[in-house]
């Protein structure tokens, strides 16, 4: 809607400003495969899962923490939410176009102005994002508006299926003091992918998976996250 109102100058400044939201990187990135994640860290033996990590984790191999925005002045970490398991695919490459496929269908196909780079960790295995390319992650709006959104993490192979993990949250629109994506929810994103999954792609729930990775100390918090995953199997 305020794309009819807003100049383009001030978008095109307002599109600069967001861009830049990621800290600047001013050396190397270190090696993801020297990427080692405290016990702490990861969800033990998770049912016909594994080890899986319990965060989304930065491209200089730290655990995300939404590029330093503060939840009541506390540091928020970001969880890996969702779990998707494809039994059927013959190959992880193609597990990796069923699930891209499944995201489109679901209304969650690419979208620009996101951070990128992340990781995620699954029986000692990193893995980087889908999808693949600088701003990108996969979401149900446009960046100017309120939207669901996240990164999928894989293909991992462990006997006979493909995994994939994920990370969805839900981020507001924020125009003052400065424009930025200002964290809403992990359980409304979660709940709103599995509910378009199901309703039209081959993935269907299966229920959650304990992964004990809720926080809430003095310093920390993971917002409204239950500490659960949503697990999603692929039907056909």
Known sequence: MFKRSLPLFSLY?????????APAQTGPLPDPASFRAAPGDVAQKVDGV??????????NLENATWLGEKVGGRTLREPINV???????KTPEDATRRMQDAMNRAGYGPKNMHSDGYSGLLNGESKGQFPQGKGLAFSDGPWYDANNHGRVFGPFEMSGKTIFIASFSRENFRWLPTPGHPY??????????????????I????????LDSALDTPTETTGDHDGRALLLVAQE
């Open 13 to 21: 400044a307002l599109t600069l400003t967001l861009s830049a939201c």
């Open 50 to 59: 594994g080890d899986l990590g319990r965060w989304m984790i930065t491209k």
């Open 83 to 89: 779990v998707m398991v494809d039994a059927i695919a």
């Open 184 to 201: 809403s929810s992990f359980q409304v994103a979660r709940e709103d992918l599995s509910k378009q999954l199901a309703a039209k792609t």
């Open 203 to 210: 993935f269907k729930p299966q229920g959650y998976l304990n």
